[in-house]
């Protein structure tokens, strides 16, 4: 800092302002201690008001002062300034006029940021100033802000041995023009940042969808998307021919799907990708499927299964026969509970074997095939198969007809104990399907023993979560009784959330044990809703509302999340 500027400063506040030296004695040794300008210790100490200082440091130093929410900043100076160097040294770049560039600052009297702007930029560097609150605000707004941002500033924090690729096969040296380019290390780093970010963040599927003018990448984090950042359309093709190498998928074909997989050792953790591309009408849209083994781990009580859940699921996986199903849409965990029931059962004396569609966990131990359609490897013909293996524990990744239902349904009564899932809103609704797929209705009653029905939810963040009151009429109106002891819960939103309230996701079920009352309603042809009424009336099973609305009044979501996920039932 230059003592000229730095005693000028001094001086006026002791003749204009009646500050005490020792007082500004008092803000240097602030200034030290924290390591922040000498304004800004100033101002915290309360000698002057910024506004008062702003003034005397414009008159002193000569150096205009403008007002930042009524500027408009050019896009393409952020190539000369990203973000890190702006949030680093506390500047916003104006303007470039030739080799002259126009810098806002808010500590004018740190001579060292417009060496090192020089130095950066090779450029010269004029000052205005504004203040640190406005410069702050604008950065946010002008990078973007959040979790969006730019590939050119933060790709170069990472590098390109960060990762390492399991399994990749040795590729052609005379790739074309577009491969050549992907290797490239900036492209490799920019691929590489998206999948360190997804994972940092959480991330269950990245999606990587073209533009007119680029690409949008976008995470789906607990279950909703999030955007992140841009790719330059120059760059689309090179991050597409990247991904497609990693996962040895066929670069010279764009006009049709392809589907390929990936496994990555990040920090001595190895992580499955699970890729899918899909042409469309500005390029190639990709979706990678993050698969955490870490996540089959956790057990079933890392679900967040109430407790007579868990013990129904653990009974399962003693029966010596029969059949399990677990029911819900896409993305509502049916794949992690079904895993987490077959590790229990993965053991050196039990033959278990699956037939998935595609494989998304690779376990040590198991004997997993992988559906092929396209050459009659259909879950059916798998299915057949596998019966004649000698299996102990058969699990079929997705009941889609009437014939994978039929077999599935005669090896459970055969002595095998057969796990599979099955797309329907609730529980009771599984047996009424199977049999619209022509499974006769004593087949159904004989061979299943339990069917669960399943959702996720986002979890309240446990950082900025708040009581709020939630008006009697609305819960009399989705027929729920308020209880004296309930208590209803919202995010306020924080970093440790992202400003989103939630953090993880929970699991809410709705257990239908198929016992010889549901068998007898079955065979007389009753509904599902007959059937799903008697099991709550008479065999205390908890739907999947009031397993929602337990967590919610227990603090773990928000009654927004318990409508969203729970609306159909």
Do not use: W
């Not at 950065?139 to 960060?162: F, P, Q």
């Not at 986002?458 to 729920?480: A, F, Q, V, W």
């Amino acid at each position: 800092m230059s003592k000229t500027l730095k005693d000028r400063l001094i001086n006026t506040l002791i003749e204009t302002k009646k500050v005490r030296r020792e007082d500004i004695e008092d803000a240097m040794i602030l200034q030290k201690q924290r390591g922040i300008s000498l304004e800004k210790a100033l101002v915290e100490k309360g000698l002057i008001k910024e506004k008062d200082l702003l003034v005397i440091l414009v008159r002193e130093l000569n150096i205009p002062f403008i007002n930042l929410s009524k500027y408009k900043i050019d896009p393409a100076l952020q190539e000369i300034i990203p973000e890190k160097i702006s949030r680093q040294y506390g500047i916003i770049p104006l303007s470039l006029l030739e080799d002259s560039l126009t810098i806002a600052v808010s500590d004018p009297l740190n001579i060292f940021v417009v060496d090192d702007l020089k130095n950066i930029t090779g450029k010269d560097i004029d000052i205005v100033m504004s203040t640190h609150e406005e410069i702050g605000k604008v950065i946010d707004s002008y990078y973007g802000g959040g979790l969006e941002t730019t590939v050119m500033d933060i790709s170069k924090d990472i590098d390109v041995d960060d990762f390492e690729i399991i399994s990749e096969e040795d590729q052609e040296n005379d790739l074309d023009s577009s491969v050549d380019e992907s290797e490239k290390a900036p492209i490799i780093r920019m691929v590489n940042l998206i999948i360190k970010e997804a994972l940092k963040q959480r991330a269950s599927d990245i999606h990587i969808e073209p533009k007119i003018d680029g690409m949008k990448v976008r995470y789906r984090i607990d279950g909703v998307l999030n955007n992140i950042l841009d790719i330059p359309k120059e760059n689309q093709n090179a991050v597409v021919v990247r991904i497609k190498i990693m996962s040895r998928l066929d670069i010279t074909m764009a006009h049709i799907p392809q589907d390929g997989r990936f496994k990555l050792k990040i920090a001595n953790k190895e992580v499955d990708f699970r890729v899918s591309l899909l042409p469309t009408t500005f390029g190639e849209k990709i979706v990678m499927r993050v698969l955490d083994k870490g996540s089959l781990s956790v057990g079933l009580k890392g679900l967040g299964f109430n407790d007579r859940a868990l013990t129904i699921l653990e009974e399962a996986t003693v029966k010596p026969f029969g059949m399990m199903l677990v029911t819900g849409p896409t993305g509502s965990g049916k794949s992690t509970t079904l895993y987490s029931l077959i590790s229990l059962l993965n053991t050196v004396d039990k033959n278990v074997i699956t037939v998935e569609d595609p494989v998304e966990y690779l376990i040590e131990g198991l004997t997993q095939i992988q559906a092929r359609p396209d050459i009659g490897l259909t879950f059916a013909e798998g299915l057949r198969a596998i019966l004649r293996q000698s299996p102990d524990v058969v699990m079929v990744g997705e009941i889609r007809d009437g014939e994978t239902a039929d077999i599935a349904i005669k090896a459970s009564l055969t002595g095998q104990l057969v796990f599979s899932t099955l797309h329907t809103n609730d529980a009771a609704s599984a047996l009424t399907r199977l049999v619209d797929m022509d499974v006769e209705p004593f087949l159904v009653a004989s061979s299943l023993f339990l069917i669960s029905a399943q959702r996720l939810f986002r979890r309240l963040c446990s950082s900025c979560r708040k009581e709020i009151d939630i008006p009697h009429d609305l819960l009399n109106t989705m027929g729920y009784t308020l209880r004296p002891e309930d208590k209803f819960f919202e995010g306020a939103g924080c970093d440790q959330c992202r400003q989103s309230g939630y953090k993880g996701r929970l699991g809410i079920t709705e257990m239908l044990e198929v016992n010889d009352e549901i068998r007898t309603l079955l065979l007389k042809g009753e509904s599902s809703d007959a059937i799903k009424e008697y099991a709550r009336r008479e065999n205390g099973m908890t739907t999947l509302f009031e397993d929602a609305m337990q967590k919610c009044v227990r603090g773990d979501t928000t009654l927004d999340e318990v409508l969203r996920v729970t609306a159909s039932d």
